[in-house]
Nanobody, 123 residues
């Protein structure tokens, strides 16, 4: 069965860095767009970034220049390097391979999602 397992969340002060990782299994990783959403309010998630198998990427405007997504096909992993973190980056971050990639959608909606990892940025 499909599994996405996140790691790397935690607490950091504003301006600090964190690196999130996600290990995928049970599907053809090299055929799959992988990405990250974060919970913004209630059960709604905001798209943060995705990376295609050809390494093309997308970033939400507020994280451009601060976050970097990458994928490792040999290990079936995707990473999100988060630098210059701000308090507004706080939230639960989900590794995802949803059915489609809207800017906002229900957290852990259609498709495949991890359990989520908490990121807390204090001012």
């Amino acid at each position: 069965q499909v599994q996405l397992v996140e790691s790397g969340g935690g607490s950091v002060q504003a301006g600090g860095s964190l690196r999130l990782s996600c290990a995928g299994s049970g599907f053809i990783f090299d055929d799959t767009i992988m990405g990250w959403y974060r919970q913004v309010e209630g059960n709604e998630c905001e798209l943060v970034s995705w990376v295609k198998p050809d390494r093309n990427t997308y970033y939400e405007d507020s994280v451009k220049g601060r976050f970097a997504i990458s994928r490792d096909s040999a290990k079936s992993m995707v990473h999100l390097q988060m630098n210059s973190l701000k308090p507004e980056d706080t939230g639960v971050y989900y590794c995802a391979a949803p059915s489609f990639w809207p800017r906002r959608l229900r957290c852990r909606g259609p498709g495949n999602w991890g359990q989520g990892t908490q990121v807390t940025v204090s001012s």
